[in-house]
Structure formats: structure tokens, C-alpha cells
């Protein structure tokens, strides 16, 4: 059998996957290629926040002397994990002051079940302070060190296209996923809310609080989402993406209430997208999302995010507030002091109000194959103290809707700008499938 | 000052503090009063699956040598631990094989919020697996021993009228706090969801999940709650328990969709209840809850309640069915393997229901002060295979409704049987305050 054509490090994890599964390549040898790799290029783009090379290199050696038979389906395959996931052996530090040296000896369950199939944890990449500033680490995006690569799973996104790590794990409360991956070009998945256990991810605001994955490609999104277990089981989804004709594909580009907030560049990739998917066959439709009348405008819609996420951060937070106030940033005490006001009363009709949106939201998805939609306001941000706003994702994030970050297109600047496909909940498995059939003809033409 | 009237392990949460403020005793000489019980009493109640006496004392006397200044609210009171919420300094074990000897170097935020506040960490109480089968601790009612505490927060409910320890933590899907507080005659409180965090504790359905308090008066439920920050701000709550004339309290005695699983012992404790607050001068209503006919009927609000934390305890369990399902009980397995075939349509439309019966639920609360409402089905049942059902619980639960339990009235064979006080979501301050209030008469003329 011939060797890789190139580095290790260059590969998807589905292609590092074949040739550790054929004994072409050790997990040593992989992991080698990745740490020589991440000296040097993280210089620059500082995606982690912990890394024990020698740790990486003895838990290859452990992975290496398993024998054939019993290694799990990731075998070998690397991971960094947002540095809001716990992990037992290394620390986890929520990018806060107060957890410096902080390590559980427990692992989240995400991690806990990709190490039982035989992933093999990397590092921690950097955070915002417990997921919620919106600047802090001096990571950089891997397209141009003079911009941020977005927040708050910051380095996760910028290990992928730095090709430091084929795999890596974030999470997102307003668009802490999307809108990074969306920002360093690099495939993301927020599934459903509450399809794969938060349990052991630093808590914001439970209702919001979503786990998600991010890779350099459709097919390793599908090896990820396969391992959590996630399943659709609904008889009337495609069952695999080959069996797709794009001309059975209806796709609704979704004048959303945060539409107004688009810039050029997103406006542009969007049309584009469009355009690129109606010349493949796709049934391409303007759709006002969602179809809704009665659906709340920009302005309420915001409001009750604030609201709900407010009143469940300040439930979040009181732990951290309580041991030491002056080692939190000082608008996260504001959220547990409640200085905006916000009553009960309020946050009740919030969380009722979006309640009962999902369900009108997933009647309007389920018109169609997929929904088009921006994955950020534009191109990343110069300068890395404003890491982006998540005014395109978090509608989507309440919503509990599993999003898809498919990178096509470039703006003004030449950084990346792409967009998300969205389905109703439940559907994850649906739509990356969907993804896979639509993502061939916009990444190719795209930009 | 004249010293206690008898052993300190008699006192509530609340004498003790006064004590102890007063340096009237120090915090070792209360452990050591509290040990000393819990070696006389647990060979029979068996609350404890871990107590290391050593730590115990020696965390006493760091608490004694605390200066009186940098003393906390919660100074030396001691506090049991539900075996499900994770300790920095001892096992938590879920009650699972899989998790023998397993300790997190980090508190649930519960336990670290109590810590900082100047609590004593005595020890874990036992639970059932994962707080999720109905049988296993060998724990007894210290009422008798030849019947169950009530599961799954068995060990904390027992502990209390053992005289063990003044405060106890536990945690509700169902009714796995408010029935073993029935059962064994304590005040216990699950706050409106989500008003504490949750977190370090373990998940089984996030939806339900409920962390809670028990204690001996409801004086110490009310030091709790203020400990964790509950806060009202609704501007028509009472405002003060010394300010309420039982003339001005209106009691909706509920016939809720659960009505027909009332055993004699509970119909009879209702109707005591309803008469004993009505010749005190509340107004005592019979209502049907919620008051409106599009409200599910019990065969349906229990298909939703199954399907909803079926769904969500799939996902919460794959991590232990991934690491060893062999040492995991086969109903968990069954859970994870969804053996039942729920679809993700049922549980979306699950979840969405109830979600929209929590704002009809409220109004229907607001029209009264307080709904009355039974805590358990009847009596504890003889044995300690079966631990009861959560059947009066679990729709409060899911509403998200605070509830409290008030000890007053006894069964057929002399066992404890109580009742329910519930109101509006986020009214959990009023709701200690009315229950304060109701509770004088109820507990001095019940049983």
C-alpha cells in the first residue's frame, strides 16, 4: 500500500482514520507529524492553552499497543477540546483566573465517550472567560494573525485550518461555534440541543447551552455525530447522501428577523449560495422564516435571548461570584448581580415565548430539505479584542435546531465568509446528509 | 448565655448557627455531637454510603480557627450530600458500580456555594443508581426499619429525622425529593428549575432535573434559599411570614390530573389539611388545576413525562453505556438502547407541551396564594424493594413549580403521610414565607 501523499498533519480524520485502521501509519507517527506541525505554526495562531507533549506521545503509545481487534471505531484520531470541557487528564481552566491549575479527574461525557472510542485527546484549546467575554486570548486567526478567529471557541477554530488537529470539540450558547468556524473557514455542527450531554461543559445558560464539533470536512462531522449516536428516526429523511438527486433538494433561503444585520460580504455569499445550488438543480426558495405572522421581530426576539440567557447566567455564576468576585470580569458579576434588572416575571415569558416558537420554527423547516442562512454578520473583525457578534446564530441556538457551517465564500478582505444550513430538530443526521449533496457544488464554486 | 437543653444533634440548622455565632459551642464540639448520633443510629438507618469521622473533625477545627469576622453565614452548620452531587474532597459514586471510588477535584456548585458560605461538608447519603432505578440502597425509614425511606434521595431524607445532621442536599427528576421527605416526616423544598444550578450534579433528564434541600423546620429551608441567592422580585409576594394573616392566604386544594392514584392516607391528609387551614381563616378552595379543559388528562401527561425523560436520559446515560454497559442496571440499558422505540417526534411534541403548560400553570397558581397538593401516593411501602412512586410529583416537577413539603399527618400504620404546598414559577421566596406561615397550624393540628 502507498504511503500518504503528504504530511499526516494535512489530513481529515476519516483519512488518518484509513490508514491507522490499516496499520499504514502508528498513532505515534500521526501524533508526531500534528505536534511538529502545531511548533510551528502556533506561534502565531495560539489555539491551545494546554498541550503535554509527552503526555500526547505516551497516550499514542498506549493507543499503538492495543490490539487490532479491540480498538474503537476513532482509533488514533486526534482531538482538542475547548477549554470548557472538562478532561481528566489535563486542566481545565474555563479561560477564567479563578480555575488556574483546575483539573476534575473526570472527563465531560463527550470526551469520556470519544476516548472510549479510541480518540485521542490532544489538548485544550483557548476560551473567552467561562465562554461569555467577547475577547481575552491572543489566539489568531490562521488566515491573517491581524484578525480574531472569532469567539468563544476560539482556539478549536483555529487549530483546524492551521492543520494542528483534525477534530475538535466547542460549544455555543449565542454563536460561540458557528460563528468561528464561519470566520477560519472550517466545516462546524451544532446539533440539537440536548442530543449529545453537556455534562461536565462549563454551564451558562442551560436552555442555550449546546455541545457542537468542528472538522475539515462534511464526512468527519458524520464520523463525530456517528459516535454520539445521534439518529433521526424519521422514516421520511434521505438515508444517505448518495442517494440524494439535488433536484429533490428544496432549499429555503429564510429572510430571518435578523436579516437586517447582514453585511455586504454575508448578503453577497448568501446570493451566491443561492445561485450556485438553483444552477444545480436544488428548488430554490425566498422564504420569510418563520412563515409565522405572529413570530416576534428582531427587537423582541433579542430582547428575550438577553433575558433568558441573563437569568440563567446569573443562576450559572453565583458559584464563581461567591468564591471570588474579584477574579471574574466585571460583566459577569453584572449578570449575577442582576444590574440590568431583569425581572422573573420576564424571564418566565422568555423561555415560554421561545418554547413555544420551536415548534412553529421546525413546521417551517420541515417545508423544506434545508434552510440557507448567514453563519455571521461578515468577514472576521480586524484586531482580536471584538471576537464577532452572534446575531446570525443564536435565534438558531434557542430555537434548539441543528446548524451546519459549510465554508465557501470569501469578502471583501479575503477572509473567509460562509453559511449555515439549518433543519428542524431532531433531524441532525438528515441534514448532514443534506449538507454533504449541497456542500460539493458551493465549496467547489464558492470562492 | 445558658447552654443547649439537650444533645446539639437535636437542634435545627438554625439553633445550631445561633450557637455556634455566639461561640456558645464551637463547630468540632457539634460534629463530634452529630458523629456520636450517627454511630448510634446508622447501623440501623444506614444513610451514609460515605462518612470519614477524621475529615469531618478535622475540617471542624479549620472552621473553628476561622476568625468570628471571616465567619460565613453557614458557619460550622453541617450538611449531608446526596451521593449524586459531586465533592471535591470525597467519593461520589452515584450509586453505580461503574463510578466506585470515583472523586471529582471539584464541588458541584451547590456543595462549593454552601462551602463558601462556612458549611460543614459532613458526608454522601446514599441514592439509587443514578437516581434513576427504584430500589437498592438498603437504607431504612427511621420511622421503621422494615420500610423504605423513599428513593431516590434516600440517605439525605433519612438522615434528618435520624437526627444525623440538620440539612440535607438531594436532587428531583420525579419525585425523588418531596416523596422520601413524605415518607420520612421532613420539610424539603424543590425550588423552581434552574434557580439553582445544577451543575456537578449528575444529569438524568436536564428538563426535569431539579436540585432541592431537606432539613427538620422550615426556618432552615428559608436559610438555604437565602444562602443560594433565591430572590422573588415579584412586588406582590408577601414580604414577610410575620406579616401574613391566614385570613389573607388563599388555598386551592387541587384536584390535579393525578387525583385518582390518592390512597386513602393521602385523601384523608388532604382533607385534614384543607379543613385544619380553613378553620384557621384561610380561604380553602377546591379547584380544578390547571383550570382550563384543553389540560392534558393523566394517561397523557404520564406518556409525556415517560417519553421527555426517556429521551433525555439516552442521552445522558451513553457516556456509562459506552465505558461498561455490563455495570449498568438493565433498565438503563434498556433506556440508552430506546427499547420502548420513542421517536424524536414524540419527544419534540413532549417537550413543547409541557413547555407550554408551565405559563397556563402559573396563571391558574397566580389566583391563589398557595395550591395544596398531595406528597406521595400514601405511606411508605413495607420493604425497601419498592421505593414508592413519583406520581403526585412528577407533573410539578415538570411544570417547574416550587414545591414544599410540609410533615404534619400519619397513615394507616402510623407512618408519615404529607402534603404539598406549590406555587408559581420563580415565587419560591413567597413560597417559604406562605408555607411558614401555613405550616404553624398544620403541623400543630395534624398528627
Known amino acids: 500500500m502507498p504511503g500518504p501523499p503528504g504530511p499526516l498533519y494535512l489530513l481529515t480524520a476519516g483519512q488518518a482514520l484509513e490508514l491507522l485502521q490499516n496499520n499504514a501509519i502508528t498513532v505515534e507517527k500521526y501524533a508526531r507529524s500534528l505536534l511538529q506541525r502545531i511548533n510551528e505554526r502556533d506561534g502565531t495562531v495560539k489555539a491551545w492553552v494546554h498541550l503535554d507533549?509527552?503526555?500526547?506521545?505516551?497516550?499514542?503509545?498506549t493507543l499503538d499497543h492495543i490490539p487490532q481487534g479491540q480498538r474503537g471505531p476513532l482509533h488514533g484520531i486526534a482531538v482538542g477540546v475547548k477549554d470548557v470541557i472538562n478532561t481528566k487528564d489535563m486542566p481545565t481552566q474555563f479561560?477564567?483566573?479563578?480555575?488556574?491549575?483546575h483539573q476534575l479527574g473526570s472527563d465531560a461525557s463527550t470526551v469520556a465517550i470519544l476516548r472510549a472510542a479510541g480518540a485521542l485527546i490532544l489538548?485544550?484549546?483557548?476560551?473567552?472567560e467561562v465562554s461569555v467575554t467577547n475577547s481575552g486570548p491572543d489566539t489568531t486567526s490562521p488566515h491573517a494573525p491581524n484578525r480574531t478567529p472569532g469567539g468563544s471557541s476560539c482556539g478549536s477554530a483555529a487549530a483546524l485550518p492551521a492543520y494542528q488537529v483534525p477534530l475538535s470539540l466547542g460549544s455555543q450558547t449565542g454563536g460561540s461555534l458557528i460563528?468561528?468556524?464561519?470566520f477560519t473557514r472550517v466545516f462546524a455542527m451544532k446539533p440539537t440541543h440536548n442530543v449529545i450531554s453537556p455534562e461536565g461543559q462549563k454551564m451558562v445558560s442551560p436552555t442555550f447551552d449546546t455541545f457542537g464539533v468542528m472538522a475539515r470536512s462534511i464526512e468527519d462531522l458524520q464520523l463525530v455525530a456517528d459516535i454520539f449516536g445521534l439518529q433521526d428516526g424519521n422514516a421520511d429523511d434521505p438515508q444517505s447522501a448518495t442517494d440524494i438527486p439535488l433536484s429533490d433538494l428544496s432549499v429555503a433561503v429564510v429572510k430571518s428577523p435578523m436579516r437586517h444585520r447582514a453585511g455586504p460580504g454575508t448578503i453577497n455569499a448568501i446570493k451566491k449560495a443561492a445561485a450556485i445550488l438553483k444552477k444545480s438543480g436544488c428548488n430554490v426558495e425566498e422564504a420569510v422564516f418563520?412563515?409565522?405572522?405572529?413570530?416576534?421581530?428582531?427587537?423582541?426576539?433579542?430582547?428575550?435571548?438577553?433575558v433568558s440567557m441573563a437569568g440563567e447566567a446569573r443562576v450559572a455564576f453565583l458559584r464563581?461570584?461567591?468564591?471570588?468576585?474579584?477574579k471574574l470580569d466585571s460583566s459577569i458579576c453584572k449578570l449575577v448581580e442582576n444590574s440590568d434588572n431583569i425581572t422573573h416575571q420576564e424571564q418566565a415569558q422568555a423561555l415560554d415565548t421561545y418554547g413555544n416558537l420551536r415548534a412553529v420554527a421546525d413546521s417551517s423547516a420541515a417545508k423544506y430539505s434545508v434552510i440557507l442562512t448567514p453563519s455571521a454578520v461578515d468577514e472576521a473583525p480586524l484586531g482580536l479584542h471584538d471576537m464577532g457578534s452572534a446575531a446570525m446564530n443564536t435565534l438558531w441556538t434557542g430555537l434548539h435546531m441543528p446548524v451546519i457551517n459549510i465554508p465557501a465564500f470569501v469578502g471583501a478582505h479575503g477572509m473567509p465568509i460562509e453559511v449555515s444550513l439549518v433543519a428542524g430538530r431532531f433531524h441532525d443526521q438528515g441534514l448532514i446528509r443534506v449538507a454533504k449533496a449541497l456542500s460539493g457544488?458551493?465549496?467547489?464554486?464558492?470562492?
Not at 507533549?53 to 503509545?61: A, H, I, M, Y
Not at 489538548?123 to 473567552?128: E, I
Not at 457544488?441 to 470562492?447: A, C, K, L, S, T
Open 53 to 61: 507533549r509527552q503526555q500526547v506521545l505516551e497516550q499514542s503509545k
Open 95 to 101: 479561560g477564567s483566573p479563578l480555575y488556574e491549575g
Open 123 to 128: 489538548g485544550k484549546t483557548t476560551t473567552t
Open 179 to 182: 460563528r468561528p468556524a464561519s
Open 290 to 306: 418563520p412563515s409565522s405572522s405572529s413570530f416576534p421581530d428582531e427587537e423582541s426576539l433579542r430582547r428575550m435571548q438577553k
Open 320 to 326: 464563581e461570584y461567591r468564591i471570588d468576585k474579584t
Open 441 to 447: 457544488p458551493v465549496v467547489e464554486e464558492g470562492g
